[in-house]
């Protein structure tokens, strides 16, 4: 089976890096996803890694490090519509992804 | 280009009563898949579709729970009979063939069973 572990909550306050981490057990591999969610609204996707190393976009990066079972997420220039849960989720097979509990990034002024 | 469509948003009705929830996914995306996310459980895969074929219910709760896809464009997620334990929120989500390729969501059916 799979299972992920990631912070349950995030506090950082506006033009702040932070860095959400994500530990994975998985009986195989298929890459690590990253999504976003606002409160009521649908998860959208931000980022996904196959192979070790840093994948950037825009103000969002995300590491992978497949030796640790470990990846992050990095968000720069923090603005206060960052704020919101964000899920790591590994590919458990081919086509689906097990999600991780979330993790609710409060921004402050 | 249109997302995922999800009908009803919302929907309350009363224990026993059938729920119908549907979904259309993005024109050309082979993969559908239903969720259902509470604050316990987090996201949880119900089943997921490849062109229009159940491939995976292990998720589907129990068999009150039922899903097809009649064709390309369109899902439905049917309990039957309801029960105030699956009050949540369910989303549908399409993608297409290639590894890495994201999952669209749609905005959600927010189900309360009173």
Redesign the interface.
């Given at each position: 089976g799979q299972s992920l572990e990631q912070p349950s909550e995030v506090t950082a306050v506006e033009g702040a890096i932070v860095q959400i981490n994500c530990t994975y057990q998985t009986s195989g591999f298929?890459?690590l996803?990253w999504y976003q969610q606002h409160d009521g609204?649908?998860?959208?996707?931000l980022s996904?890694n196959?192979l070790d190393g840093l994948e950037e976009t825009g103000r969002f990066s995300s590491f992978l490090s497949r030796s640790d079972s470990y990846g992050y997420l990095l968000l720069q220039e923090l603005q206060m519509k960052d704020s919101a849960s964000y899920?790591c989720a590994v590919g458990s097979g081919?086509?689906?992804?097990?999600?991780?509990?979330?993790t609710m990034l409060l921004v402050s002024p | 280009d249109a997302g995922v469509i999800q009908s009803p948003r919302h929907e309350v009705t009363e224990m026993g009563q059938e729920v119908t929830l549907r979904c259309k996914p993005i024109s050309g995306h082979d993969?559908l898949?239903w969720y259902r996310q509470t604050m316990m459980r987090?996201?949880e895969?119900l089943i997921?579709f490849?062109n229009n074929v159940p491939?995976?219910d292990s998720g589907m709760p129990e068999d009150r729970f039922s899903a097809k896809m009649p064709n390309a464009s369109f899902s439905t997620l049917k309990i039957q009979p309801s029960e105030p334990r699956d009050s949540a929120v369910y989303?549908c989500?399409s993608?297409t063939t290639g590894?890495?390729q994201?999952?669209?969501?749609?905005?959600?059916t927010r189900l309360s069973i009173l």
């Open positions: 298929y890459g996803s609204g649908a998860p959208t996707f996904y196959a899920f081919y086509s689906t992804l097990t999600f991780g509990k979330g | 993969y898949f987090g996201l895969l997921y490849n491939i995976d989303f989500a993608r590894a890495g994201p999952q669209h969501f749609g905005d959600g």
